[in-house]
Each structure stands twice: as C-alpha cells, then as structure tokens.
C-alpha cells in the first residue's frame, strides 16, 4: 500500500529561524512529489514539484531536496516569517498501468513560527 | 483569473438531508476532482473528471454523486447527509492528468452534518 508519512507533526520556532520538515514514502512506481502550504482555513497551495531526476528545487525562501533511492524528502524554510505559519503537507505521485497519475498524501506538519 | 472558486464556505446538514457543494475553475483545466480532508488523515479523492461527461470514483466514494456537463463546473452531491460525512471538502483542478501538472485547489466548503 502506498503510504506517505511526514515528521514532525507539529513544530514550533522562532521567527528568523531556519527549519526542516520530512517525507518519507514507499509509493511505487515512483512519478513525482509535490510539496504544498496550507494556510489555516485555506486550500492547499503548490510550492514545489520534483521528478525522479531532479534532487534539489527551490521557490523563495522554501528549498526541497529528493533522494529517490532511500525515498525521503526534506522541505527547508529559510529565515522563517509569521506568515510561514502553515500545515506542510507532501503528496507523492505513482504512475498506474494506463498512464494515470495516483496521488497520496502525507498528513502535513503544522508549523508555527513565534516572535 | 479566480482559480478554482467552492461555494458554500460552511454549511450545517440535518442527517438524511441532501445538498450540492459547487465548484468552478476557470483556467480552462481538463481534470477536475473532489478530496475531503479529515483530522489525522491526508487528503482522500472522492471523484474524478478527466473532461466534461466523464466521471469516476475515487477513494471514498460512497455517499456522493458527481456529474460534469461542462469544462468548468464538476459540483458534487450528498444524496442522505450522514455525520460521518461531517469533512471539509476540496476541490481540485489541472490541465490533464497526466504526470507533473501544478494542482489548483479550492478554499475549501466546511460541512457539519448533525
């Protein structure tokens, strides 16, 4: 069964701080992984997509990195703000037999920045 | 361009009643699909659209309806609202389904089912 699991479930830290966030997965056969933000009362919002090739991507102060061997991904926020207060949540994509795209995803982690 | 628009932001259901939650995209996306998110738990498909008069189920679809007549608009529908239920429900749009496409997603209906 495909699964996606995100570390820690909550975090807290102090605004200007550096933080990162963790999926793993065991989703097979491997398409791409998502990272997105998810303001409180809000819809989930893209930050970054990565395919099997790509190891680093970066959008502002968010960067992800992929390891598609040990199959873990990371979400750094550089230089936090208030407005980085947010559920993190990673979808991982698998490819189905007819070429349609099967997305799970991770229960997020909530992030709380404090001045 | 407004996106992906839900409406009704929040509504509360008596069991047994029925409603439609609306969504519209205006982006022109071909696939279009209904998630609902619960505590604890990610995201869950409901149903899917890959074009207008094509529909499939998802995940979890028991207890929900679904129809597309045009590109733009995919509302769903509660038949017999039950608590559990009881979500708030997004939906989501793209330009196919094929691998890699950006997800827009809605702001989201909140649903209390009592």
């Known amino acids: 069964k495909n699964q996606v699991e995100q570390s820690p479930q909550s975090l807290i830290i102090l605004e200007g701080k550096n933080c990162t966030l963790q999926?793993?997965?065991?989703?097979?056969?491997?398409?791409?992984l998502r990272w997105y933000k998810q303001d409180t009362g809000r819809g989930p919002v893209s930050l970054t997509i990565?395919?099997?090739?790509?190891n680093t991507k970066s959008n502002g102060r968010y960067t992800a990195t992929l390891d598609a061997d040990t199959k873990q991904s990371s979400l750094h926020i550089t230089a936090s703000q208030l407005s980085d207060s947010a559920s993190y949540i990673c979808?991982?994509?698998?490819?189905?037999?007819?070429?349609?795209?099967?997305?799970?995803f991770g229960t997020g982690t909530r992030l709380t920045i404090i001045p | 361009n407004a996106g992906v628009t839900q409406t009704p932001k929040f509504q509360v259901l008596k069991t047994g009643q029925s409603m439609t939650l609306q969504c519209a995209q205006d982006?022109?996306?071909?696939?279009m699909s209904w998630y609902r998110q619960d505590p604890g738990m990610g995201l869950r498909l409901i149903h899917y659209?890959?074009?207008?008069?094509?529909?499939d189920q998802g995940e979890v679809p028991n207890g929900y309806n679904v129809s597309r007549s045009t590109t733009e608009d995919f509302p769903l529908r509660l038949l017999s609202a039950a608590p559990s239920q009881t979500s708030v429900y997004f939906c989501?749009?793209?330009?196919?389904?094929?691998?890699?496409?950006?997800?827009?997603f809605g702001e989201g209906s909140w649903l209390t089912v009592v």
């Open positions: 979808v991982v994509s698998a490819i189905s037999n007819f070429g349609n795209e099967k997305l799970t």
């Open positions: 990565m395919t099997f090739s790509e």
């Open positions: 989501a749009s793209r330009m196919a389904q094929a691998s890699g496409n950006t997800i827009y």
């Open positions: 659209s890959v074009g207008a008069g094509i529909t």
């Open positions: 999926c793993n997965y065991t989703v097979s056969p491997f398409s791409n």
């Open positions: 982006m022109n996306h071909e696939y």
